[in-house]
């Protein structure tokens, strides 16, 4: 059976993330999977206009698409994506995260939630694998929430991302084919996706540096000091990404590193249980809204104030 790999860059025509993209694509290609890649400058895609309408619906079970299904290319791409087996992602970064294109594309994945459509029958069940690729004019530095923020949308789709790769200091049309070692890299990628699909979907695991970030659940690079969460939970830290719980600690060579507490992975949202509890405390939040006519009626009665509340606003 050959696998299929799809490939979606964010970036320039002909540049440094297409041409990454590329590399890791071909190094598939070779081993036999069935390649697709688009861009998304080549398609219309709408900013989500934040109706809910598909969580609303999940929470009552019905699948109601998307509101935007008729309106651009969303429906049509998801389409095909929700057919692969991996999907690998190329996107720059701006102003230190993934750019606007990239984020608009997967924010709109919430109506293609598939660990749902799988539960209702719409798309057969499918271990889906991932990789990311970050493109950046600067070091990690200056690209601090890139791989970040792109991990956290692939959730929604429960992709297991097995490597990802920041390409660093390529500001320029096509710069990264000045450097060898990236290109490897971006071949690695390739290789590694093939290596996770060939293996049993239950024992597919990271196969980047095992060191690779601060987190050894998702291997983000970016922890926060942990806030009471819903019904209470708290850690010292959380990894900002997959939501691991732990505290920092002194290793003998007086390096710091994040260890995960016993309970730490309760709500992990690399898993579809972890961001179960998720989908209990919007249940309870926004269904409870709903479900309460006297706390509807208390909105409806508040609102007038800030609807008839105007300012001056821009003429175009
Ligand atoms: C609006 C804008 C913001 C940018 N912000 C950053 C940034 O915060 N960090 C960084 O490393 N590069 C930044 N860059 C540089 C791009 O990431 C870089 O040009 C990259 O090579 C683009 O990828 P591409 O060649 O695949 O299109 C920015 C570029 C633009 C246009």
Request: glycine fraction near 8%.
């Amino acid at each position: 059976m050959s696998w299929k790999v799809m490939g979606v860059a964010a970036g320039r025509k002909d540049s440094n993330g297409e041409i990454l993209l590329k590399e890791a694509l071909s190094a598939c290609q070779e081993q036999g999977a069935e390649v697709t890649m688009i861009n998304l400058w080549d398609y219309d895609i709408k900013d989500c206009n934040g109706c809910t309408s598909c969580t609303i619906g999940m929470s009552m079970g019905k699948h109601t698409g998307c509101s935007l299904d008729n309106a651009d290319d969303k429906k049509k791409i998801m389409e095909v994506m929700l057919e692969q087996d991996a999907v690998i992602f190329a996107a720059p970064t701006f102003d230190l995260m993934p750019s606007s294109l990239f984020l608009k594309f997967m924010h709109r994945n919430l109506a293609y939630e598939s660990a749902f459509l799988t539960k209702i029958g719409a798309i057969p069940p499918r271990d889906r694998v991932g990789a990311l690729i970050a493109v950046g004019g600067s070091t990690r530095s200056w690209q601090s929430m890139a791989l970040e923020c792109m991990q956290a949308t692939t959730f929604t789709n429960s992709f297991k991302i097995v490597d990802m790769y920041m390409a660093t200091q390529v500001p320029a049309p096509a710069q990264v084919l000045l450097y060898d070692e990236k290109i490897a890299r971006a071949r690695e990628i390739g290789e590694n996706v093939m290596k996770a699909l060939n293996t049993a979907p239950e024992q597919r695991k990271w196969l980047g540096d095992p060191d690779y970030g601060w987190c050894p659940n998702c291997h983000s690079n970016s922890l926060c000091l942990g806030e009471p969460q819903w019904r209470g939970l708290q850690y010292p830290i959380e990894c900002v990404v997959c939501g691991a719980g732990g505290d920092l600690e002194k290793t003998e060579d007086g390096r710091w590193r994040f260890v995960i507490a016993e309970n730490g992975l309760e709500r992990d949202r690399t898993t579809e249980e972890g961001r179960g509890i998720h989908c209990d405390e919007i249940a309870e939040t926004q269904g409870g809204f709903f479900m309460d006519p006297a706390k509807r009626a208390l909105v409806a009665e508040r609102l007038p104030k800030y609807k008839q509340m105007k300012f001056p606003t821009i003429e175009v």
